[in-house]
């Protein structure tokens, strides 16, 4: 069967259980072999709707300390990420430039790679009930797949706190060496320097753009246009993921290294050694709370 086909019918499909504003929208990227893999599969279906129930008593586990974390997480990663950014801007010189590139790909790809490990480890393990980080990071993960457009309603901090966090952690470190070592360290690891604030702006905007990928209106044309030239995830290329069991495709900052990942079984293959280990199933918790 041709992928044009294969695509057709997969949105003549959603389309027949879903209201049009919330469609997804598939496109034969290099997913396209994937795409044929699953709606060969009769027994996995789309999820199609929104799970009201669940998505409730998800989204009241958003709590007013849980917000004020986020916003002093945010606050602290504006003060770090600008420092490293006037760090670069001040030792960068023209022999650098090879390196400075370099530093930018890898940061990137890194950062897409991360995306992608955190989302796999927090959409198939783990539950809400978890102390500390049950409510605190796993919640939001299973309320996005009860109600995948929730998300495009957050505001700029519970969308990117968190991530904030993330970034937070690998530049701070990174920071507190230069203070300690000095100019002749930042000269001699200026590569890091360029790498590390790469990676953790991308960090940072990893969950907005996911918001973005989400939303069927209000997107500016400069983020269509980033997408469109698969500098940051594309709209189409994500909603693979929103497939129902949500077992591929985790990678969400940019996305570039979705499909490898997939064709060499990367997720799949952690999934069976932890679950041969432990005994617990992939994606238990999440399959439940889409039940209701």
């Known amino acids: ?37 699953r709606v060969s599969k009769e ?16 989204k009241a586990g958003y709590t007013k300390e849980k917000r ?22 001040y030792h960068f010189k023209k022999e650098y430039l090879g390196a400075f590139l370099m530093s930018l790909v890898f940061g990137a790809l890194l950062a897409d790679f991360m995306s992608g490990l955190v989302h796999w480890a927090a959409d198939t393990w783990g539950t809400v009930d978890i102390p500390v980080i049950g409510q605190a990071f796993i ?19 519970e969308t990117n706190g968190d991530n904030c966090m993330l970034a937070n952690l690998f530049l701070a470190p990174l920071l507190t060496c230069c203070y300690v070592y000095g100019e002749g360290w930042m000269l001699d690891n200026f590569s890091l320097l360029v790498f590390g604030a790469t990676f953790a702006i ?41 497939i129902s069991p949500h077992e591929t495709y985790f990678c969400i900052t940019g996305g570039w290294l979705n499909y490898p990942l997939e064709k060499i079984q990367f997720f799949q293959t952690l999934e069976y050694v932890i679950e041969a280990i432990t005994g617990h199933k992939p994606r238990a918790d999440d399959q439940k709370w889409l039940k209701g």
């Open 139 to 157: 919640r939001p993960f299973r309320e996005h797949h009860v109600d995948p457009v929730a998300m495009t309603k957050h505001d700029i901090v």
């Open 43 to 58: 027994q996995e279906k789309p999820v199609l709707k929104k799970n009201s129930k669940s998505a409730a008593i998800l």
């Open 68 to 89: 004020m974390f986020e916003i002093s997480m945010m606050a602290l990663f504006v003060v770090l990420q600008i420092t490293i950014v006037s760090l670069v801007t």
């Open 202 to 242: 991308y960090v940072c905007l990893t969950n907005q753009i996911h918001k973005w990928s989400h939303m069927i209106g209000g997107v500016p044309k400069w983020v269509k246009m980033l997408q469109n030239a698969h500098i940051i995830m594309p709209r189409p290329h994500h909603h693979i993921h929103h």
């Open 1 to 37: 069967m041709e992928t044009s086909k294969v695509l057709k019918d997969m949105a003549s499909e959603l389309s027949k259980s879903m209201k049009p504003e919330s469609l997804p929208l598939i496109t034969a990227e290099t997913s396209s072999e994937y795409v044929h893999k």
